[in-house]
């Protein structure tokens, strides 16, 4: 209660700076905080690197379609989404540092952008006057087989990181997403995770460097901006703090050759009692073995509608070792031969992408995706004690009943997972989960009519999970951004309980130390709360 009402004052103060530096602006020489903005560009900017060719405001033809290129949600790509009043897409470092200088200069906000693959566009929409920080221009990759490690630009994608990789080394990989088109930016600050997650880890826990510009225009490696900031940009969302502008990663080991495979059950073929073996033994066994459980809506010839389970598994090794690892610990799944394909590790990002076995790499370099228009929303859960029988078939029937178009993905945790202690980095989601949820609605329908039954499908199914799912806090992912657990302008901390737990009070920490006039902000940033009372400083303790 104390800690809320310190927030609010807090926020109260904040939210006249605005108000205030409009009333300035009033007073001298008429000039918008967009017009300030773009006089001042060009004096922070390095002469070498014009930063005129980088600029799109509004009334630039090409403004919309730099807009666009990297939004990935239809949902927030229609004619009445809140537009910035000016993208710059920074092409060297001076562009970054002058985008932020002036910025805040000229009292307008930022949004920074890599990848563009946020799930609620918050990469890209506000409702308060902003611009776009577009990182897509920076995206080198320099990779050094014999230190194992590599620079990775923000704007960099996943595709583009295991391509180079694998052009250098046919051993070595990389922690991160499935998706090949997230960017490195959004992605690895807010954990990123993958199919090796068992093995390695999540991406930031083989980030061993940054390079970042704080909201004083200063370039600052991990050295120099110190371990509390190095410790907030892994898992804590980078735009809370700062513009990450490359991650130094630390490869890992993959053998040349590993393991894939993909099987489909219906209710009828024991999907629901392969799913409980499932729950025991994925996140217990062998490492090197990951199988997500995929639970997704199908729509029979005859009307019904069932749902059919899709288990896609990576094994680090052959498939012979495989097999008779299936068939000791997980037999009702009935994993056979011809089942596991043996590949690359590089071609297994293309097969958990169902990209046809044949096609040239070059594909993984595609940074625009091939499902163009749909909407699409999410939310997540983690799950600490087995879903039980009765509990899976009462899922199985929400889902049936409500009859619009959903999947699940459900991530085994353990491993590698549950040995990083949850205070290591921002991310906290550790020891203690079984695996991880996401709840997924996706339609093509334009209609306002498509968009609520599906956003209200998507809230139902979360409700129904609620007795099976962590609690106090019901924990969620980062990466899987979702509006509807609160913003910083509730007045609540509790979205970043949620994605914090414990880890909620050195993140606002750091905030206040390193950002004190909350420059980097938007809806779920680390809001500047005032922690001078041990009251409110308790209240953050587990
Ligand atoms: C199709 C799809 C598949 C996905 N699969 C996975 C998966 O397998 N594993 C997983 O972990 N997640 C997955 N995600 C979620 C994804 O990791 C997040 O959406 C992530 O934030 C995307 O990063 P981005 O740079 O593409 O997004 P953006 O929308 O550009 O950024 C996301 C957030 O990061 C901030 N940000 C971006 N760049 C920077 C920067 N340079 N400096 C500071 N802040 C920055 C943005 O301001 C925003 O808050 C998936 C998302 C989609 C749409
Ligand atoms: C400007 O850019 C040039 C060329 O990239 C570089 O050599 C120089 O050091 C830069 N100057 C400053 C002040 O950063
Ligand atoms: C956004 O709209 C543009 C123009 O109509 C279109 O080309 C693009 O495919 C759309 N993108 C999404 C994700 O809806
Ligand atoms: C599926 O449809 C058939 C024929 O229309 C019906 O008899 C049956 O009960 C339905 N099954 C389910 C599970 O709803
Ligand atoms: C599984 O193991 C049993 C013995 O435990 C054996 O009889 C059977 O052939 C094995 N199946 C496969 C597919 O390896
Ligand atoms: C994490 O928590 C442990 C146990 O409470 C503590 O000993 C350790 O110092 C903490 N580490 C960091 C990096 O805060």
Redesign the pocket.
Known sequence: MKLLYFYLVATYILMLFPYLSLFFSLVGPANSPIDSFLQCLPSHSNNSHPISDVIFTQSNPSFLRVLQT?V??SRFNTSSTPKPLAIVAALDVSHVQATVLCAKSSGLQI?????????E????VSSVPFVI?D?FN?RSINIDIPSETAWVQ??A?LGELYYDIAKKSKVHGFP????L???????????????MIRQYG??IDNIIDAQ?VDANGKVLNRKRMGEDLFWA?RGG???S?????AWKIKLVRVPDVITVFKVQRTLEERATDIVLQWQKFAPKIDRRLFIRVQPAIHFLQNGNRSVHVTFIGLYLGRASPLLSLMNKSFPLLGLQAQDSIEMSWVESNLFWNDVARDTPLEVLLKRT?T?PHSY?K?KSDYVKTPIPKEGLEMIWKKMIDVGVFMLMQWNPYGGRMSEIPENATAFPHRAGNLFKMQYITIWQDDSAEAMSKNIKATRDLYETFTPFVSRNPREA?????DIDIGTNSDGSLDFALDFFKGNVKRLLQVKAKVDPTNF?Q?E??IPIVKLNSEVAISSLEY
């Open positions: 990297y990935r949600d949004r920074i952008r890599s990848g563009g693959h946020d799930f566009g918050m990469s890209y920080l990182m920076l923000a704007g994608t991160a997403g499935v998706c088109t997230l960017g490195a930016g959004g992605h690895f600050s807010g954990g990123g995770y993958g199919n999540l991406s970042v940009i969302g980078a735009a703090f700062c513009v990450v502008l995706p499902r699409s999410h992912f980062l990466n899987y951004r980097f938007y779920q940033s």
